[in-house]
């Protein structure tokens, strides 16, 4: 009688690194301390230029917000100036310059009414207009003093004057003699009284207002 032979298997091994299909074998890989340290060095880098970007943009946003307040500012001098306010008359309506007036002071008349303005260079910056009796009855047309039109040699940056000029029929300026007036030009400068923008230019605003029933040139 022929025996059977048995058919041999080989053997398999076994171990914590045998996993996968046929057997294969491979080994579990973490990361090693240099690739952290570069990753985190990456996000460092990252995170710290996201910040400087943010702040200066932020900064830039303040800027032009500030700019753009230092002109509302102007502007409504400019128009308080001009047409005056809710019940009151302005340079528009004035039909006479009074000789008291100079480059910082103001004074018209619109009949038996008196308006008198005044560029405060030394003390406030500002500038203060008045209906009735300038020291008693003078508002300023800067009251949250959000700009200063202040003008002196030791500031920096030095403001250029801000005034009011006065010029004849023929457009001859006048230094003396106001009551010929026909034609009034106002200059204001101004910058932030913000810290933000203490290096800043200052901010110019002009304008020309003809008298009541004058000619102009």
Not at 47 to 71: D, H, M, N
Not at 123 to 134: L, M, N, R, V
């Amino acid at each position: 009688m022929k025996r059977k032979k048995i058919r041999e298997f080989p053997a398999i091994e076994t171990g914590p690194l045998h996993c996968g299909r046929m057997g294969k074998r491979f080994r579990v890989k973490g990361f090693t301390i240099v690739e952290l340290m570069v990753a985190m060095t990456i996000l460092i880098i990252a995170f710290g230029l996201i910040t400087f970007l943010y702040t200066r943009a932020a900064k830039i946003r303040k800027v032009v917000v500030l700019t753009s307040e230092i002109q509302q500012v102007l502007s409504q001098m400019m128009d308080t100036l001009t047409y005056g306010e809710k019940g009151y008359w302005g340079l528009i309506d004035a039909t006479q310059v009074n000789p008291a007036s100079s480059d910082s002071i103001l004074n018209i008349n619109s009949g038996t009414n008196v308006m008198q303005a005044r560029i405060d260079h030394d003390a406030e910056g500002t500038i203060k207009i008045s209906w009735g009796d300038f020291y008693t009855d003078q508002i300023s047309l800067d009251p949250g003093q959000k700009v200063t039109i202040n003008s002196s040699a030791t500031a920096e940056p030095v403001i250029p004057l801000s005034k009011f000029e006065y010029f004849d029929s023929s457009g001859t300026p006048i230094t003396s003699n106001y009551s010929d007036t026909s034609f009034v030009k106002i200059t204001l400068w101004a910058v932030s009284t913000d810290p933000t923008l203490k290096d800043a230019p200052p901010i110019s605003l002009v304008t020309g207002v003809k008298l009541h029933n004058k000619t102009s040139f």
